[in-house]
């Protein structure tokens, strides 16, 4: 029997991430892409986009002449997730989506959304770091009372600290030892700060050169300390663990999944 292709559309087609997709999916026959959507107003806007050896497309910047379609894969912005979510919602399809600075109000819309279609969102997508989320939820409850720090480290240009990776870490952290980042986060040191307080999660940032990412969970006992570390040294990885999202989630039922779902569970 002849599986098809995954019909697959890109929202944020122009940008980083979009181009590394883009860029792999010349390679990747799990997947048709259909359709390419770009911001009103963009450039790229009705320009061609050959995909391998597909039929070019040409990217368009709404959702009107949108084929029938599988997943969606969404690295655009808080308006563009929206137009894509009324998309999904309104044709039963599935949607991953790495966008971020999503407000209070969309947040409740995704949430919802998963009654209807399969979601599956996540900060980082490499599935490295979707390992080193779990291990550290595992060692954080088996280690209670060690001192837990997250270090991580990026490229100059970065405009966020800490970044949303070493916070989701610290927030799967937090939740394994029955607390909330909000009431254990440390984000800064300066001065007399006093001892450390029990409990606690001590962020750390470095900034320079061409860094892609890398993140460490420190936890520190007494005479001993284990580190967790993850380096990415390749942004492709980023779109890689997206697409292999997005093959997975199709034709997954209503939720809302996790990169953690992909993995293959312990043993």
């Not at 969404?74 to 600075?101: I, K, N």
């Amino acid at each position: 029997m002849t599986i098809r292709p995954v019909r697959l559309a890109i929202n944020g087609a122009s940008g980083r991430m979009g181009c590394a997709l883009l860029s792999l999916l010349g390679e990747d026959n799990r997947f048709e892409l259909v359709y390419a959507v770009v911001a009103p107003g963009s450039v790229h806007d009705g320009q061609p986009i050959v995909v391998g050896d597909a039929l070019p497309l040409r990217y368009a910047h709404d959702w009107t002449q949108a084929p029938a379609l599988d997943v969606v894969i969404d690295f655009s912005g808080p308006a563009g997730l929206t137009t894509a979510l009324d998309h999904c919602l309104a044709h039963d399809a599935a949607l991953v989506s790495g966008t971020t600075g999503v407000d209070a109000a969309l947040e409740e819309r995704l949430a919802a959304a998963g009654k209807n279609i399969a979601v599956l969102r996540a900060a980082n997508f490499s599935l490295g770091v979707a390992v080193l989320t779990r291990l550290l939820r595992e060692a954080a409850a088996a280690l209670p009372d060690w001192d837990l720090e997250i270090v991580e480290a990026h490229h100059g240009r970065k405009q966020d600290a800490p970044s949303g990776t070493a916070l989701a870490l610290g927030q799967a952290a937090a939740s394994a030892r029955h607390s909330t980042l909000e009431s254990a986060a440390v984000y800064n040191r300066q001065g007399r700060t006093g001892e450390r307080v029990d409990g606690s999660i001590g962020f750390s940032v470095i900034r320079g050169g061409d860094i892609v990412g890398e993140h460490t969970a420190m936890l520190v006992g007494q005479g001993e300390r284990l580190e967790l570390v993850h380096r990415a040294t390749d942004r492709s990885i980023f779109a890689r663990g997206a697409l292999q999202a997005a093959h997975w989630l199709a034709g997954r039922t209503p939720g809302q999944w996790q990169l953690d779902d992909l993995i293959a569970p312990p043993r």
